[in-house]
């Protein structure tokens, strides 16, 4: 798969995000117009995610609307509902 490599900018960074606690994910590049964040927000589908986003019930697959309600209930620096 083109562009999903663990050596592609925005997934290599997830490991180093996850040993902060910070939940991060890609956006697949097919569901989303490259380096438009409201495309990203409004058409991505989560490509991969890290540990701490995990926790929270994040997974590949997912669009913006279950993260939205997976992630609403926590506040900042917390990494459990």
Do not use: F, H, W
Request: proline share 9%.
């Amino acid at each position: 798969m083109p562009g999903s490599a663990s050596t592609t900018p925005g997934v290599s960074r997830l490991p180093a995000l996850d040993r902060r606690g910070i939940a991060a994910l890609t956006v697949a590049a097919a569901s989303a117009r490259i380096g438009d964040a409201r495309s990203s927000y409004e058409d991505g589908v989560l490509s991969r995610v890290n540990g701490s986003a995990a926790a929270l019930g994040l997974k590949p697959g997912m669009t913006r609307t279950t993260p939205s309600r997976s992630c609403a209930a926590l506040s900042p620096g917390r990494t459990k509902p």
